[in-house]
């Protein structure tokens, strides 16, 4: 078990560069002006850039917890957490495999590195969110830039309470009324952020959708040049299609989902698009929001610190490829592989049992195909959906990472649809599937049961690897499964819905900082399970 030794509260996270130190010395102290804010910030806006960028580099940072794992790199490694915590990544229980504690559930305990990891990455976000807000809102209604940076501040907010209430609660429906989380906004104080009680499931929700329900109209009429790293209206509105997804707000998540699509231009992946190794690359149309992610970052500037050493199959440099066995690599489950029909291009995402995929030969040639699997030490059914911008075993790992899809959003519209009348929730994923993946699909659901679970199924191909899979499961109440298949037999488990295991408990040191806690209220840490030799 990985106990982190350099426990530290999420309240006293690494302070953010302000945008000026006369406003920042107010707000220190505790009083700050509408004169000040105004003088200060709203007629400099340029002055705040480091706590924008902050919202973009938070998310991407080096060491949030220790420099002594190779599995603290922000964001992309939540998402490998989480994924590696269901039943569709399979790796292996060995030492090099940094993500192997999720695939044998002992990281759910509140002692855990990974339970601090999540609570601390998204509550420096919080804090870097609530200090833009504690800076530039007034009595008077933003305008320009700075409407836009307060629209920033409040979705990526919403944002980190979304992601927080899915990883220390079960999902919504059915719990709204448990206990879930303490909420900190930017109108808290220290003293009160620190005697700061849980706050039920339905809570944490309220907020989100008020944060949302700010930022849209905000950052929708005031639009600012920006890359795929900045919150934008069309990010915001699907943010709030994954909340009323959900919620079980059927109407509202469709058009959420579609406003997002249409407000941010973005269409999916082509056929064409994904015959080779891609989603790697923010400036793909397909891409609403993602981390960007450049040579001079820090996780790339540590050589294997970063999603690419250990997810991109063919990385010049990481634990996939490096240490000369497949144990690293991330290879997807043999039984959802065989159910993707020969037709689907998402089929050839991974290496089949000959150790071949056409992605490969599309991209390098036949002959080069063949000899990449062997050289990059893959073990069949190896993804090579994530790609490398440079050559071949280029070892920079300068790669970006996905947040939100276009693709994530037409499963949303057709679930939803399908949800309300599952004629249109057939058509809409018939549409999607048929023009994008695979000309000859149909979908046969015969009833509403059926059909979420293709679109379960939809979602396990066309996400995988980007951080979904636990979520969908606690969301839509299934089990983990992974009999019969390719995981190892020490990490093989059978798993009813909604196991105790399934979700992480608050953090130690936060129920130790945070004295408005009621231990009361807080589950007893799960019990491993016993895998299923």
Avoid at 366 to 380: D, F, H, T, Y
Avoid at 394 to 415: G, K, T, Y
Avoid at 516 to 532: A, Y
């Amino acid at each position: 078990m990985k106990i982190n030794k350099y426990f530290g509260l999420a309240l006293a996270s690494v302070l953010m560069l302000s945008a000026c130190q006369e406003v920042e010395d107010a707000l220190q102290g505790g009083v700050v002006t509408a004169e000040q804010k105004s003088e200060v910030a709203l007629d400099n806006p340029e002055k705040i850039s480091s706590d924008m960028n902050a919202l973009k580099d938070i998310l991407i940072q080096f060491a949030t917890i220790s420099d002594s794992y190779h599995d603290d790199f922000g964001y992309p490694a939540a998402c490998l957490k989480y994924d590696n915590a269901g039943q569709d990544m399979v790796s292996e229980n060995v030492g090099y495999n940094w993500f192997s504690y999720q695939l044998i559930f002992n990281d759910r305990i509140k002692t855990s590195s990974d339970a601090l990891f999540f609570w601390k990455l998204h509550h420096q976000h919080i804090k870097a969110a609530n200090d833009i807000l504690k800076m530039l809102v007034t009595d008077e209604a933003p305008e320009g830039e700075i409407a836009n940076y307060i629209g920033q501040a409040y979705a990526a907010r919403a944002f980190d309470y979304l992601q927080l209430v899915q990883t220390y609660q079960f999902t919504y429906i059915g719990h709204e009324d448990e206990y879930a989380l303490p909420i900190i906004t930017e109108t808290m104080s220290d003293e009160e952020a620190m005697n700061n009680p849980l706050q039920t499931v339905s809570d944490v929700y309220t907020q989100i959708m008020n944060d949302l329900n700010t930022a849209i109209p905000l950052l929708e009429n005031n639009p600012i040049t920006c890359d795929k790293a900045t919150l934008t209206a069309g990010a915001a509105y699907g943010l709030r299609a994954r909340a009323n997804l959900l919620m079980g707000n059927w109407e509202a998540a469709a058009n959420d989902a579609a406003s997002a699509l249409e407000v941010s231009g973005a269409t999916p992946y082509t056929i064409a698009e994904v015959s080779v190794p891609s989603f790697n690359e923010a400036s793909a149309n397909s891409w609403i929001w993602g981390n960007i992610i450049t040579a001079n970052n820090d996780v790339v500037m540590t050589g294997i610190i970063n999603w690419p050493s250990h997810l991109c199959s063919m990385t010049g440099n990481g634990y996939t490829t490096g240490i000369g066995i497949p144990d690293c690599h991330k290879r997807i489950n043999s039984n959802l592989w065989a159910k993707i029909p020969a037709t689907d291009v998402r089929k050839g995402w991974w290496i089949d049992e000959n150790m071949a995929s056409p992605l490969l030969v599309n991209a390098f040639g036949a002959g080069i195909a063949a000899q990449l699997p062997p050289v990059c030490s893959m073990a069949p059914y190896t993804n090579v959906k994530f790609g490398n911008q440079g050559d071949i075993l280029d070892a920079e790992n300068s790669e970006d990472w996905p947040i939100m899809r276009a693709e994530e959003m037409l499963l949303i519209q057709a679930e939803a649809l399908g949800r309300v009348n599952l004629a249109d929730g057939k058509a809409a994923l018939e549409n999607f599937v048929k023009t994008y993946r695979d000309p000859a699909y149909t979908c046969q659901a015969g009833d509403l049961n059926a059909f979420i679970d293709e679109i379960w199924f939809q979602r396990r191909v066309e996400l995988w690897g980007e951080g979904f899979s636990l979520f969908d499961v606690l969301r839509l109440k299934k089990g983990i499964d992974r009999t019969n298949s390719n995981f190892s037999a020490n990490v093989t488990y059978n798993l009813p819905a909604e196991s105790p295991i399934f979700i992480y408990s608050i953090p130690e040191k936060e129920r130790e900082a945070n004295k408005g806690i009621d231990v009361n209220l807080l589950r007893e840490d799960p019990v491993s399970p016993t895998p299923i030799m």
